[in-house]
């Protein structure tokens, strides 16, 4: 039976891999969010460039995981807004305002949180069938 407990185990490890990755993703998004309506802080200067997370395949325990292996600025265009009185805008009057979309962004989140929750779901079915080949040793 340590076959049954090794495989378990190994299954809990890839879905604890993502847990990771999922997490990373949603700390990522939370970025992006928090700096939305930011500008540059000189005239004419770059706003925050949205942030993407890159994911790769990972060894866990011998089989297949996932981690998230750097985060790359997003290379889509800066919104632009003509004020010309705001302490950022350019000698034309236009400010640039980041790439984020908040309708994007609060997408991505959920479909991390359900990623997230679905790896859970995967650990405590794991840990429950764990416990039930137990009894039915014991017996």
Known sequence: MPEIKSMASVTQQVAVSALRAQQGRMRIIAENLANADSTSKTAGGDPYRRQAPVFTPAKVAGAQGVKMSKVMPDQTEFRQDYEPGHPSAD????VKLPNVNSLIEALDMRQAQRAYEA?????????????????LIKK
């Open 119 to 135: 790896n859970l779901n995967v650990i405590e079915t794991s840990r429950s069938m764990q416990m039930r080949t137990l009894d």
């Open 91 to 94: 000698a034309k009057g236009y």
